[in-house]
């Protein structure tokens, strides 16, 4: 059997102050989307005989109505070509008490051939020559250990088990999120053909059967060096191997020695190391500057870097003082972000009538210049 495995796809998911002018979306969240449903496309034309979320398929609880139409469509493209989609909740997406409708229970009246495990306890399904055994996110850490002992492996089928939490190998590298439980290293049992975890964003093998497939998208500058993508996992031979799935790029754009330079010439630098590397449009970049001082004042020109803060969806700026090499994002001037124009542009797409939209519009322009006014004046 071959089957591939992918997780924390966090759909719904909404960051930085940039909207798509077509949609209103905010437009981190609509890439997204969009690269979620290529991803589907591209593990269809691989055949894989089964795909496997290992947790996080949305971002929060209670999806946002796009994030569930975007899994809906993924389903009906799965259904059509014949893969059944295996998938467990995670620490994002399970609810909290035993008392709350799941976003799950929605998807289960999808007709596509769909299991889906989220109700707190440990689930197994035969599909083909495999046995799936799911644990997904549970209330409590020490739930895993019960649910683990009511594992009943297969003599007949390849055992595959499918659960969601931080492996006690990778403890340090914790994501300090909420519901986060550790996976004691007992569970990850070489008695499994294939182990598919999800929850630890960074694509990487834990132990001989055991796999992160990582999130597709970088969801955070601390991934900046993580793989992404998915893993396509054949049981009949043991291998595994990486995957390569649509995602918005994140890049590096190293670090800049700001002793003895202007704070103009930081701005240039920024500026070129943008234009050399060749930045897809609506990409995320970070930066750094090391030993920014009070010599240069608030540090690069927002207003000169208005134009590179254009082409990417994010560019963020971090210092990193000389004594201490801890590096932390720079406050910038509200003025590198034209929050009036975002505003104008969001509620030009509402449906309302012209006289509301007229002062909703007038109001709100008033008030966002006095916010930003008094934000200018504090920062002097």
């Given at each position: 059997?071959?089957?591939?495995?992918?997780?924390?796809?966090?759909?719904?998911?909404?960051?930085?102050?940039?909207?798509?002018?077509?949609?209103?979306?905010?437009?981190?969240?609509?890439?997204?989307y969009?690269n979620?449903?290529?991803?589907?496309?591209?593990?269809?034309?691989?055949?894989?005989?089964?795909?496997?979320?290992?947790?996080d398929?949305?971002?929060?609880?209670?999806?946002?109505?796009?994030?569930?139409?975007?899994?809906?469509?993924?389903?009906?493209?799965?259904?059509?070509?014949?893969?059944?989609?295996?998938?467990?909740?995670?620490?994002?997406?399970?609810?909290?008490?035993?008392?709350?409708?799941?976003?799950?229970?929605?998807?289960?009246?999808?007709?596509?051939?769909?299991?889906?495990?989220?109700?707190?306890?440990?689930?197994?399904?035969?599909?083909?020559?495999?046995?799936?055994?799911?644990?997904?996110?549970m209330?409590?850490?020490?739930?895993?250990?019960?649910?683990?002992?009511?594992?009943?492996?297969?003599?007949?089928?390849?055992?595959?088990?499918?659960?969601?939490?931080?492996?006690?190998?990778?403890?340090?590298?914790?994501?300090?999120?909420?519901?986060?439980?550790?996976?004691?290293?007992?569970?990850?049992?070489?008695?499994?053909?294939?182990?598919?975890?999800?929850?630890?964003?960074?694509?990487?093998?834990?132990?001989?059967?055991?796999?992160?497939?990582?999130?597709?998208?970088?969801?955070?500058?601390?991934?900046?060096?993580?793989?992404?993508?998915g893993?396509?996992?054949?049981?009949?031979?043991?291998?595994?191997?990486?995957?390569?799935?649509?995602?918005?790029?994140?890049f590096?754009?190293?670090?800049?020695?700001?002793?003895?330079?202007?704070?103009?010439?930081?701005?240039?630098?920024?500026?070129?190391?943008?234009?050399?590397?060749?930045?897809?449009?609506?990409?995320?970049?970070?930066?750094?500057?090391?030993?920014?001082?009070?010599?240069?004042?608030?540090?690069?020109?927002?207003q000169?870097?208005i134009?590179?803060?254009?082409?990417?969806?994010?560019?963020?700026?971090?210092?990193?003082?000389?004594?201490?090499?801890?590096?932390?994002?720079?406050?910038?001037?509200?003025?590198?972000?034209?929050?009036?124009?975002?505003?104008s542009?969001?509620?030009?797409?509402?449906?309302?009538?012209?006289?509301?939209?007229?002062?909703?519009?007038?109001?709100?322009?008033?008030?966002?210049?006095?916010?930003?006014?008094r934000?200018?004046?504090?920062?002097?």
């Open positions: 059997m071959k089957l591939i495995h992918v997780a924390d796809t966090h759909l719904g998911l909404s960051q930085f102050n940039r909207l798509d002018p077509e949609s209103g979306l905010n437009l981190r969240e609509k890439q997204i969009e979620f449903l290529s991803s589907i496309d591209r593990i269809i034309a691989a055949k894989p005989d089964v795909l496997v979320h290992a947790g398929l949305f971002d929060q609880v209670k999806p946002k109505t796009r994030a569930y139409t975007t899994v809906l469509e993924s389903l009906e493209r799965l259904h059509s070509a014949g893969i059944p989609l295996v998938v467990i909740a995670g620490n994002h997406s399970m609810v909290k008490t035993r008392y709350t409708t799941s976003p799950f229970e929605v998807l289960a009246y999808h007709p596509g051939d769909i299991v889906a495990a989220y109700s707190f306890c440990y689930e197994k399904r035969e599909i083909g020559d495999c046995m799936f055994h799911l644990i997904p996110n209330l409590r850490a020490e739930d895993y250990r019960s649910a683990y002992d009511a594992v009943d492996l297969s003599n007949n089928h390849h055992n595959v088990l499918v659960t969601h939490g931080l492996a006690t190998q990778v403890r340090d590298l914790r994501l300090a999120t909420v519901a986060e439980h550790e996976l004691d290293s007992t569970i990850l049992s070489d008695s499994f053909d294939y182990i598919a975890l999800g929850h630890y964003h960074c694509q990487s093998q834990i132990t001989g059967n055991a796999w992160y497939s990582g999130s597709i998208e970088y969801l955070t500058y601390g991934e900046i060096s993580d793989s992404k993508g893993l396509l996992v054949s049981l009949g031979s043991s291998t595994v191997t990486r995957f390569p799935l649509p995602h918005t790029p994140m590096d754009l190293g670090t800049i020695p700001c002793e003895g330079v202007t704070a103009g010439e930081i701005t240039g630098e920024i500026i070129t190391r943008v234009e050399k590397r060749d930045i897809p449009l609506f990409s995320m970049a970070q930066i750094t500057l090391e030993g920014l001082s009070r010599e240069h004042g608030k540090g690069p020109d927002t000169e870097l134009p590179v803060r254009e082409r990417l969806l994010d560019l963020k700026i971090r210092v990193r003082a000389s004594d201490t090499g801890q590096a932390v994002p720079l406050q910038q001037d509200v003025r590198s972000v034209d929050y009036l124009k975002e505003f542009s969001f509620l030009e797409k509402q449906q309302i009538p012209a006289v509301q939209k007229e002062y909703v519009g007038r109001c709100g322009l008033k008030v966002l210049g006095l916010v930003m006014e934000h200018r004046e504090e920062a002097e």
